[in-house]
């Protein structure tokens, strides 16, 4: 079973872009895009590599749910 996160990109150099989760970041591969990103696109991300643009509407919505969930007591240390 593969997983892809949900991520905003913050910055593009070249083909890396830094993408943020809940304040952390790393850098990812762009290559494997097939369309443009921009800062502030929503991007799915496996494995250091962006895979898929998704819409800001999905990324947002996507970033609350795991907020939601990393709220929730069993979550909690």
């Known amino acids: 079973m593969c997983l892809a996160v949900p991520s905003k990109i913050v910055e593009i150099k070249d083909a890396i872009a830094t993408i943020d989760v809940h304040g952390a970041r790393r850098d990812v591969s762009i ?3 097939p369309e443009e990103v921009t800062v502030g696109d929503y991007v799915l991300v496996h494995a250091g590599f962006a895979i898929q643009k998704i819409d800001k509407e999905a990324g947002e919505d ?3 749910l795991i907020n939601e969930l990393l709220e929730r007591d069993e979550f909690k240390e």
Request: proline share 0%; hydrophobic share 85%; net charge positive.
């Open 31 to 33: 290559l494997l895009l």
């Open 62 to 64: 996507a970033m609350k």
